[in-house]
């Protein structure tokens, strides 16, 4: 059973760049598939990004795409998610997620088996 931790989440203004980042932990890293989730304030949570266990192939939503980049160290059983052009509506808590199987709805929440706490990101305007 693996165990995340989310870590570099903050306050920046817009347009800003950050780059959160979710460690593992109790689990074979490169077995993964991995996911990053955002949950706003009032809203589901959404997709944000995924990973598949190489880090050959990379999916985002549209909402991100071309802004957001994910990648993993599996070395050092990290995950990232650069973001570049923040925008307000990026504030959410960002979690990050693991699952067996591979990319198959990877944009679905229920289809992950792990996750972390999660990390505030804030965007002012």
């Known amino acids: 059973q693996v165990q995340l931790v989310e870590s570099g989440g903050g306050l920046v203004q817009a347009g800003a760049s950050l780059r959160v980042s979710c460690a593992a932990s109790?689990?074979?890293?490169?077995?993964?598939?991995m996911g990053w989730f955002r949950q706003a304030p009032g809203k589901e949570r959404e997709f944000v990004a995924a990973?598949?266990?190489?880090?050959?192939?990379?999916y985002y939503a549209d909402s991100v795409k071309g802004r957001f980049a994910i990648s993993r160290d599996n070395a050092r059983s990290t995950v990232y998610l650069k973001m570049n052009s923040l925008k307000p509506e990026d504030t959410a808590v960002y979690y990050c997620?693991?699952?067996?199987?591979?990319?198959?709805?990877?944009?679905?929440?229920?289809?992950?088996?792990?996750w972390g706490q999660g990390t505030q990101v804030t965007v002012s305007s």
């Open positions: 997620a693991a699952r067996v199987f591979g990319s198959a709805g990877y944009s679905y929440s229920t289809n992950y088996n792990y």
């Open positions: 109790g689990g074979t890293f490169s077995s993964y598939f």
């Open positions: 990973i598949n266990r190489s880090g050959g192939s990379t």
